[in-house]
T-cell receptor
Framework: NAGVTQTPKFRILKIGQSMTLQCTQD?????MYWYRQDPGMGLKLIYY???????DKGEVPNGYNVSRSTTEDFPLRLELAAPSQTSVYFC???????????FGEGSRLTVL | QKEVEQNSGPLSVPEGAIASLNCTYS??????FFWYRQYSGKSPELIMF????GDKEDGRFTAQLNKASQYVSLLIRDSQPSDSATYLC??????????FGTGTSLTVIP
């Protein structure tokens, strides 16, 4: 099992550009999450999903969009990138009933 | 806003000592509590979870939960240099959301 896979690992964007961070998991987990982590800070919840076709906002959803068309995939879309979106983004998943979050390796995004 | 607060540290302890990490949370509806360890440049990994009031021990680690005081702690006994990392407290609610504190940086000095 690969677990949770995120791509790309690193990306530099110019202000105003758009991009999609990909996240896929092969553990058949219903629940998936996107977090961002700024330097020296904890993780902030952006969006989460409890199953295919269902998504909901977290603490810091502005400037982002998500979709969940399959159980495996949970892409995060950044529209009109801004320097404030410079961060490390983590995708995580968990199975129903269990609390442990399984994290991907992270995607480091810089907006210049 | 569901707040989870931790002392940011840094916390330094000598090798072999007990490290004590603390966390408070604001949402009284919180149901599940976790401690994650994060090495620099890596993703978080689960150390302990606790759901009920009291203590839970796993090897050198003990998690303590007091729901009345909205307080959860992690004790690391016989601290090792390999324990040097940032420790993140996470709290889960009934809405399937998990909120993290800012983390406490721990350094174990050989």
């Amino acid at each position: 099992n690969a677990g949770v896979t995120q791509t790309p690992k690193f990306r530099i964007l110019k202000i105003g550009q758009s991009m999609t961070l990909q996240c896929t998991q092969d553990m058949n987990h219903n629940y998936m999450y996107w977090y961002r982590q700024d330097p020296g800070m904890g993780l902030k919840l952006i969006y989460y999903s409890v199953g295919a076709g269902i998504t909901d906002k977290g603490e810091v959803p502005n400037g982002y969009n998500v979709s969940r068309s399959t159980t495996e995939d949970f892409p995060l879309r950044l529209e009109l990138a801004a320097p404030s979106q410079t961060s490390v983004y983590f995708c995580a998943s968990r199975t129903q009933g269990a609390g442990e979050l399984f994290f991907g390796e992270g995607s480091r995004l810089t907006v210049l | 806003q569901k707040e989870v607060e931790q002392n940011s540290g840094p916390l330094s302890v000598p090798e072999g000592a007990i490290a004590s990490l603390n966390c408070t949370y604001s949402d009284r509806g919180s149901q599940s509590f976790f401690w994650y360890r994060q090495y620099s440049g890596k993703s978080p990994e689960l150390i302990m979870f606790i759901y009920s009031n009291g203590d839970k021990e796993d090897g050198r680690f003990t998690a303590q939960l007091n729901k009345a005081s909205q307080y959860v702690s992690l004790l690391i006994r016989d601290s090792q240099p390999s324990d040097s990392a940032t420790y993140l407290c996470a709290v889960g609610n009934t809405g399937n959301q998990f909120y993290f504190g800012t983390g406490t940086s721990l350094t174990v000095i050989p």
